[in-house]
C-alpha cells in the first residue's frame, strides 16, 4: 500500500517505520517545510494518507486529502468543534475519512470498559468521579482527545454529571478532568469513583506511542477503497 505521511513528527515516525516494517511504501513524508506536497499532483498517488499534525492545520490537511480523493486517517486531536464540518464534507463529496482520538486497542477495549462501569455507576451517587490524564510536556492540547472522549462516554451514561471541566472543580455537578504534563509519559488516562465506602479506579497507561502508531497502520489498510465516515470502532469491529 502506497501511504502519505502529512506530518513528520513523533506520531509519523512511528507511522513511518511501522508501515515499513509491514511492508508498506511510504511514499510521502509531508512536514511543516514541505507543504507543497499536500496538493493532488502529489497525495493523489497515494493509496491513503495518515495525519497527524496539530489542532491548527488538521481540517485543512484533511480537505486537501478529500481534494485529492485519497481517503484519509486522522489521529490529531484538539479541533474537534471543526469535526461535525469535515464529515459533512466527507459524506458529500463520497470520500474516506477515518478520525480516533486513540488508535490504540487497549484504550479501545479501555473505552467499553469505561461504558460499562459509568452505566453501573449511574444509580450509585454515594461515588464521586473524576479524571485525569497525563501527557508528555510537548502536547498542545489539553485535556487530551482520549480524555474528551472518555468524559462523553461517562456523561451520556451518568445524569449527576452535566458536563466536564478541564480544572480540579468542587461544582458537584461537573466531572474534573485533570490534566498533568511530565516527560515522557506518552499517555496515561485514569478514571476515579470514590465513596465513603471504597474506590473503584480504572487507569490505561501506554508505555510508548507503538500502540497508537499500529492502530493507526491497521485503520489505513482497513479504509483503503472504502467510501464515508469511520471510526477505531468500525475497524475493531466493537
Ligand atoms: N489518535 C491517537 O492515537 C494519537 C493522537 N495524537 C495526536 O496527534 C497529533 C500529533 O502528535 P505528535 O506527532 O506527538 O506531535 P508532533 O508535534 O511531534 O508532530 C506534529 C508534526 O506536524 C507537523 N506539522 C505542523 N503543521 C503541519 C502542516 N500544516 N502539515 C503537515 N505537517 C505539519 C509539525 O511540524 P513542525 O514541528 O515543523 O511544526 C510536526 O512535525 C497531536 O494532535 C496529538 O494529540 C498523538 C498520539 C496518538
Ligand atoms: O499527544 C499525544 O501524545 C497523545 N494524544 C492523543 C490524545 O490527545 O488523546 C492520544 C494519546 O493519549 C497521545
Given at each position: 500500500?502506497?501511504?502519505?505521511?502529512?506530518g513528520?513528527?513523533?506520531?509519523g515516525?512511528?507511522?513511518?517505520?511501522?508501515?515499513?516494517?509491514?511492508?508498506?511504501?511510504?511514499?510521502?513524508?509531508?512536514?511543516?517545510?514541505?507543504?507543497?506536497?499536500l496538493?493532488?499532483?502529489?497525495?493523489?498517488?497515494?493509496?491513503?494518507?495518515?495525519?497527524?499534525?496539530?489542532?491548527?492545520?488538521?481540517?485543512?490537511?484533511?480537505?486537501?486529502?478529500?481534494?485529492?480523493?485519497?481517503?484519509?486517517?486522522?489521529?490529531?486531536?484538539?479541533?474537534?468543534?471543526?469535526?461535525?464540518?469535515?464529515?459533512?464534507?466527507?459524506?458529500?463529496?463520497?470520500?474516506?475519512?477515518?478520525?480516533?482520538?486513540?488508535?490504540?486497542?487497549?484504550?479501545?477495549?479501555?473505552?467499553?470498559?469505561?461504558?460499562?462501569?459509568?452505566?453501573?455507576?449511574?444509580?450509585?451517587?454515594?461515588?464521586?468521579?473524576?479524571?485525569e490524564?497525563?501527557?508528555?510536556?510537548?502536547?498542545?492540547?489539553?485535556?487530551?482527545?482520549?480524555?474528551i472522549?472518555?468524559?462523553?462516554?461517562?456523561?451520556?451514561?451518568?445524569?449527576?454529571?452535566?458536563?466536564?471541566?478541564?480544572?480540579?472543580?468542587?461544582?458537584?455537578?461537573?466531572?474534573?478532568?485533570?490534566?498533568?504534563?511530565?516527560?515522557?509519559?506518552p499517555?496515561?488516562h485514569?478514571?476515579?469513583?470514590?465513596?465513603?465506602?471504597?474506590?473503584?479506579?480504572?487507569?490505561?497507561?501506554?508505555?510508548?506511542?507503538?500502540?497508537?502508531?499500529?492502530?493507526?497502520?491497521?485503520?489505513?489498510?482497513?479504509?483503503?477503497?472504502?467510501?464515508?465516515?469511520?471510526?477505531?470502532?468500525?475497524?475493531?469491529n466493537l
Amino acid at each position: 500500500m502506497k501511504i502519505a505521511l502529512i506530518g513528520y513528527g513523533k506520531m509519523g515516525k512511528a507511522i513511518d517505520a511501522i508501515a515499513t516494517a509491514k511492508g508498506h511504501d511510504v511514499i510521502l513524508r509531508i512536514d511543516h517545510d514541505s507543504l507543497y506536497l499536500l496538493e493532488k499532483e502529489h497525495l493523489g498517488q497515494a493509496d491513503v494518507a495518515i495525519e497527524f499534525t496539530t489542532p491548527e492545520t488538521a481540517f485543512h490537511n484533511i480537505q486537501k486529502c478529500f481534494e485529492a480523493n485519497v481517503p484519509v486517517v486522522s489521529g490529531t486531536t484538539g479541533w474537534l468543534d471543526q469535526l461535525p464540518e469535515i464529515k459533512a464534507q466527507c459524506e458529500k463529496g463520497h470520500h474516506a475519512f477515518l478520525h480516533a482520538t486513540n488508535f490504540s486497542i487497549g484504550v479501545n477495549i479501555f473505552f467499553e470498559v469505561n461504558k460499562k462501569l459509568a452505566t453501573l455507576m449511574a444509580s450509585q451517587p454515594q461515588y464521586n468521579v473524576w479524571m485525569e490524564e497525563i501527557h508528555h510536556t510537548q502536547k498542545k492540547d489539553a485535556p487530551s482527545g482520549t480524555a474528551i472522549t472518555l468524559a462523553e462516554q461517562l456523561l451520556a451514561a451518568v445524569d449527576r454529571k452535566k458536563g466536564w471541566v478541564n480544572e480540579d472543580t468542587q461544582q458537584a455537578d461537573m466531572l474534573s478532568i485533570i490534566s498533568k504534563r511530565i516527560d515522557p509519559a506518552p499517555g496515561t488516562h485514569t478514571i476515579h469513583y470514590a465513596s465513603p465506602i471504597d474506590d473503584i479506579t480504572i487507569t490505561h497507561t501506554a508505555h510508548s506511542r507503538e500502540g497508537f502508531a499500529a492502530g493507526a497502520v491497521v485503520a489505513a489498510e482497513w479504509l483503503k477503497g472504502k467510501a464515508g465516515v469511520f471510526t477505531m470502532r468500525d475497524v475493531l469491529n466493537l
